[in-house]
């Protein structure tokens, strides 16, 4: 992209980002494909979100876990007690967001992220997938490294999960 160039818009992105990053959720047992997936498992609601970001430039890419609780089933990634940040945890330059010059970038642009987006979501998802595993991945996130990483995880949300069975 050279300086001063057009780059496609939120408007012109969004439709690719359901198309391309939306479906690749669906064999994750997303059922609603698009820039913001919900998944409800007995204990958790899972989130995935898509969105625009740096003054309508680039991309931002979470993935969120709710504790279920009444009134709650379709939350943003800022209400889960435990998110991640895409980039930090890939390791990802903010460059691979930014949005490009045409369709057929932006279309490589994503389709070369899905692989390890797909990776990385049934790894991190599975931290969330019994009581248990949540206590641990509370109890371990403790360091800086959690956040270095991109990880939001609310400590306060250790003695509900505590009071939970399984």
């Not at 993935?63 to 890939?90: I, M, N, T, W």
């Not at 990802?92 to 967001?97: G, Y």
Request: contains cysteine.
């Amino acid at each position: 992209m050279g300086y001063g160039a057009r780059v496609l818009t939120w408007s012109e992105v969004r439709p690719l980002v359901v198309t391309t990053l939306g479906r690749s959720f669906v064999s994750l047992g997303f059922p609603n494909p698009g820039r913001g997936m919900w998944r409800v498992r007995p204990r958790f609601t899972d989130v995935a979100a898509f969105r625009c970001a740096k003054y309508g430039r680039s991309l931002k890419l979470e993935l969120a876990c709710a504790l279920r609780r009444k009134g709650l089933s379709h939350p943003y990634p800022e209400e889960c007690e435990f998110r991640v940040d895409l980039a930090p945890a890939l390791g990802w330059t903010e460059e691979r967001f930014l949005f490009r010059d045409s369709v057929p970038e932006q279309v490589e642009a994503l389709e070369s992220m899905v692989p390890d987006l797909v990776a990385f979501a049934e790894t991190w998802f599975a931290k969330w997938d019994c009581v248990s595993k949540a206590i641990e991945a509370v109890e371990a996130s403790r360091g800086a490294e959690c956040w270095r990483r991109g990880e939001g995880i609310d400590l306060r949300a250790l003695p509900r999960l505590r009071a939970l069975p399984g």
